[in-house]
């Protein structure tokens, strides 16, 4: 039993980067198992997921995150950059915890997942 991606449009990381429309996406464990022409993949007991109004595309890679202060967001953003010439400290940061860092770092990767991110470099 396998999940088809059907009738999507699938954004390609190929030479020439195609974008293939009205394809079906055959993806069998962890592993993409086939792309194909819309209908051709589908084999009995496989789930299917419409993806007319879909976009199919590798996940993204954030390579500058600092997932862990996630929970500071918007704390500093208005200060100048001389502030940040001294120090990388986030105002209030030293009275977090590992724990409330463990939680930080959880809620941002949920939202990376959310928006399409599925690897990161910290």
Known sequence: MALILTNAAVLTVDATNRILSNCDVRIAGNS???IGPAGTLTHPGDEMLDCSDALVM??????????ATALFRGLADDLPREFWAGSYRIPGQERFTAAQYAHALRAACAEYLLNGITCIAD
């Open 32 to 34: 993409i198992a086939g």
């Open 58 to 67: 590798p996940g993204l890679v954030n390579v500058h995150t600092h997932a």
